[in-house]
């Protein structure tokens, strides 16, 4: 199915208003933006083809010969590793050889076109940036160094190092907390609907990334408060911090 918004600007989610609600209030003063946190694969890199070559490894060390159910996997991603295991019914023992061949396959990973243009100019900008990440925080670290996006970033979270990874709130809460924002302050951007539920838990406005997706009825259906078609459209909701 192909979104009626998967081109154009930033748009913003319509929400129904609830029963008996009167209209917004006028002159109110809004906390001004000044942090991002990002998801890591389908928003920042384009780890697809790394990621299913690891699990197809994975799958016939551990498992044994057939097709290995990629397609299921993928619609978990933004999920820990181990979870998603679990909630498949494959084996744990498949962790193992599955980082082994991401960290060898490392190199191959693109970036998305429009990554590093959006991370210079948010900084520019006077933005905070964190990624909070399904995968582990030493992965990713190591993931975002070798493709030279490590430094745009104050911190990387993975989802080893909260106790509850997505879609429970944790992860993003602890890049607010590391970063000293309120929910107020920050957007979050994901591609997947673990990513939408983590960013709404925390109360912090989500953005839906679609430039990763070729059917986005699951992220939309999630409800992100705001739709991206490529990653410069997030420049229009994060103009320059004031007195940066």
Do not use: N
Not at 41 to 56: C, N, Q
Not at 154 to 175: L, M
């Amino acid at each position: 199915m192909t979104s009626p918004i998967s081109t154009g600007p930033a748009r913003l989610a319509q929400r129904p208003t609830a029963p008996g609600a009167g209209p917004p209030a006028t002159g109110t003063l809004r906390p001004v933006r000044r942090a991002v946190v990002f998801d890591l694969d389908g928003v920042l890199v384009d780890s697809f083809a790394v990621m299913y070559e690891a699990f197809a490894v994975a799958y016939k060390e551990v498992v044994g010969d057939g097709p290995a159910p990629f397609d299921e996997y993928r619609r978990h991603l933004g999920r820990f590793f181990p979870d998603i295991m679990r909630i498949m019914g494959l084996p744990l023992e498949m962790e193992a050889p599955f980082v082994r061949e991401s960290y060898r396959l490392a190199s191959q990973v693109p970036v998305f076109d429009g990554v590093v243009e959006l991370l210079t100019t948010l900084r520019v900008r006077g933005y905070r940036l964190a990624v909070a990440t399904g995968k582990s925080g030493e992965r990713a670290r190591s993931l975002l160094g070798l493709l030279g996006l490590l430094p745009f970033f104050d911190h990387v979270i993975g989802s080893d190092e909260v106790a509850r990874p997505k879609p429970a709130p944790d992860i993003v809460e602890h890049a607010l907390d590391l970063m000293g924002f309120t929910p107020e302050q920050a957007v979050m951007v994901g591609d997947a609907p673990t990513d939408i539920a983590s960013a709404h838990g925390a109360g912090v406005t989500s953005a839906g990334a679609l430039w990763a997706l070729s059917d986005a009825e699951e992220l939309l259906a999630a409800g992100p408060d705001i739709v991206l078609a490529r990653p410069g459209d997030l420049l229009a909701l994060c103009p320059s911090v004031p007195g940066d």
